[in-house]
């Protein structure tokens, strides 16, 4: 992996009509670009991750792996308004939307010498943000794989409005981080994990009122480690980004890449039924597009959770050759 930081001295201006006096994109490369720089994959991350694909997607990429170093090089943008490396959103006062963060990675094409991807792929915000890019650069990527991505519910909707309303009168991220936790696995896991077992510290909910479930208590910790990690702003305006994230029928018809949608039987943030209607949507509006569906009870965090089954679709998605794209995916649709 090689790193790299990009500044554009020329202003940005976003699809507010806000304009940003300059640009800083972080860069992440995994695997060698070939001679014709055509072997190339672009990664987005999710709402909290970074351009390093390895913090986050490590069991999947590699040698060998289901994103594999030795065929593609797959390359990833810290996201504009994330607080890793990129123009930070401390430094932002309007509106980000995934067409500005598209158009902004788009312009590092240039630097690189990228003239199309293999591929574009992402899980959540990435899985929008790959959408996004397919519908607003058709000719920039002959496949799009988006994992349990969709335009957000009512329900999507009203979660990621609570969340920024207890960062506004709460003065942290931890309690939204907290919300977001129970939105991104299933009732299953947590049944598994913790039942109705008092906090594993030894706290006694019985006997005390301020005494904490084994629930309770896993939701501070990732409340409270999730504080030192990650900046409110950049919470605020990459969860807003994902409100508006939305593609008309017009933009569906520009898209001509080969779309995979991946659902997750679990999510409940992005219900696998929303991702299949977007994929019959897709197919209506005449874009080849595939529905395969995890069958996972780690609800929506099984993109990055559940590897083994993951690292199978992604294997099948991005086969090479007619022996590897023979072993159908079939076992997947729906």
């Known amino acids: 992996m090689f790193e790299i930081d990009f500044k554009f001295c020329e202003p940005f201006r976003l699809e507010s009509g806000a304009d940003l006096l300059s640009l800083d994109l972080r860069c992440s490369i995994y695997g060698q670009l070939n001679h014709e720089k055509s072997n190339a994959v672009l990664v987005f991350h999710a ?11 490590s069991e999947m990429l590699g040698v060998g792996k289901a994103l594999d170093t030795e065929k593609f090089a797959f390359v990833c943008v810290n ?37 199309k991807f293999r591929a574009v792929c992402g899980g959540s915000l990435g899985g929008m ?8 650069f058709p000719d ?3 496949k799009c794989v988006a994992i349990g991505a969709a335009p957000l519910s009512a329900m999507g ?7 920024r309303a207890a960062i506004k009168h ?23 994990n913790f039942a109705r077992q008092p906090n594993r510290n030894g706290e006694n909910p019985f006997a005390k009122l301020e005494d904490r479930f084994d629930i309770a208590g896993y939701l501070d910790y990732q409340g409270e480690k999730f504080v030192e990690r990650f900046g409110v702003e950049s919470y605020n305006v990459l969860s807003k980004a994902m409100d508006l994230f939305d593609l008309t029928d017009a933009e569906i018809q520009k898209i001509t890449a080969k779309i995979s949608l991946v659902g997750i039987s679990s999510d409940w943030l992005f219900p696998a039924t929303d991702v299949r209607d977007l994929a019959e949507r897709m197919k209506s509006q005449g874009v080849n597009t595939d529905y395969i569906e995890m069958n996972s009870t780690d609800g ?20 090479t050759n007619r022996h590897e794209q023979a072993r159908k995916v079939s076992n997947y649709f729906s």
């Open 47 to 57: 709402l909290t991750g970074s351009s390093r694909i390895t913090e986050w997607w």
């Open 79 to 115: 996201a504009l308004g994330s607080c890793y490396g990129s123009t930070d959103a401390k430094n932002i006062k309007s509106v980000v939307t995934t067409r500005d963060i598209v158009r902004s990675q788009e312009m590092l094409l240039e630097y690189l010498g990228i003239k």
């Open 129 to 136: 943000l790959a959408l996004q890019f397919a519908a607003d």
């Open 140 to 142: 920039k990527t002959e």
């Open 157 to 163: 909707l009203a979660l990621n409005h609570l969340q």
């Open 170 to 192: 709460e003065n942290g991220v931890g309690l939204a981080r907290q919300i977001a936790m129970i939105s991104y696995k299933s009732k299953d896991i947590f049944d598994a």
């Open 300 to 319: 929506h965090d099984a993109f990055l959770s559940d590897t083994a089954q993951m690292s199978k679709i992604l294997r099948e998605i991005f086969a």
